[in-house]
């Protein structure tokens, strides 16, 4: 018998004889099937196999590594701004909403108020449909929510969004996608919550709070993965003068912060062998905003009632 005959032969190409061989499960190879690894070559399967056995590798918060890297959750909440932006001009019927603090019926439908009895029960038109305004007070909860995606005027939004742009990114990537969608999200239900409790009688819009958010948990991860933090403080203190200067919601401003360093309390301090616990802690200060928002309800409902 010839060398030639006598020779094995690829495991997955059987026209290919080889001498390699595969050092996990020792079936031979050819060239084009061998993949280097520390010692030797392996087989594709041989490969695959040790990957789903191999623990994947975590950031310092719990989040896939890497998986945050392109900043999908940034651009989405980004994207949804902008799309509602654009709903309410079409629900206003002009332009006039670019330029302006214009209260569109997208606006009424959505934004955050409390308890303004001149505007019970008002119908507002949106998109030839009549819809019933309700505030928060009277049940409409959901705009604690909606707020976070309404803006007024074209500044207002670009603002915002070149804020979330440059810190979500940066945010996202050393969370993971669905810890620093948490964050935003609680962050902006802060805020929302905060308007709620201490000016509940004026309208309140904007991705302020979630963004004013990002700040404070910005804080909290530069102090983990030891940044320096003389810039943030520097850029929080700016923006809170123009805020009391400007006549914007120092409320929503100030719980968002509030609700992004504790966020990032709660991740940074949690032990690294017990990550999957952010998110009893998340659920937990969900329970409380709610906690608080039902017990405002309830004082504005007495204080009316008194009225």
């Not at 061989?21 to 041989?46: K, L, M, N």
């Not at 623990?55 to 918060?61: I, N, V, W």
């Not at 500044?155 to 810890?179: C, K, Q, S, T």
Request: proline share 3%; hydrophobic share 45%.
């Amino acid at each position: 018998m010839s060398d030639e005959q006598s020779a094995p032969v690829c495991y997955r190409h059987r026209n290919r004889q080889t001498y390699l061989r595969c050092q996990r499960c020792e079936r031979p190879i050819c060239a084009d099937c061998s993949i280097d690894a520390s010692v030797g070559f392996q087989c594709p399967e041989c490969v695959a196999q040790g990957r789903r056995t191999t623990r994947q590798a975590r950031s310092s918060f719990g989040g896939a590594a890497g998986s945050g890297s392109a900043g999908t959750v940034t651009k989405v909440l980004i994207g949804a701004n902008v799309a509602v932006f654009i709903a309410a001009i079409i629900s206003a019927g002009s332009l006039a909403p670019l330029m302006s603090s214009v209260l569109t019926p997208l606006h009424q439908m959505g934004a955050e108020i409390g308890y303004l009895p001149p505007y019970t029960g008002r119908g507002v038109d949106l998109f030839g449909t009549v819809v019933s305004a309700s505030t928060v007070s009277e049940g409409a909860y959901y705009r604690m929510i909606t707020a976070m995606f309404l803006h007024y005027g074209f500044i207002h939004l670009l603002f915002n969004m070149v804020v979330l742009y440059m810190f979500g990114r940066v945010l996202e990537h050393d969370l993971g996608p669905a810890r620093f969608f948490a964050v935003y999200m609680l962050s902006g239900l802060a805020g929302s919550v905060a308007v709620y409790l201490f000016s509940p009688f004026t309208w309140t819009a904007g991705a302020s709070g979630a963004v004013y958010g990002l700040f404070g948990l910005l804080i909290m991860v530069n102090r983990k993965l030891k940044r320096d933090n003389r810039g943030i403080y520097v850029l929080i203190g700016l923006n809170l003068v123009f805020t009391i200067i400007g006549g914007f919601s120092l409320a929503g401003h100030v719980g968002g912060l509030i609700g992004g360093l504790i966020c990032g309390a709660l991740l940074i301090f949690t032990p690294r062998g017990r990550r999957e616990l952010h998110w009893v802690w998340f659920a937990l200060l969900l329970v409380a905003l709610a906690a608080i928002t039902f017990f405002q309800t309830g004082s504005l409902d007495n204080t009316y009632d008194v009225i």
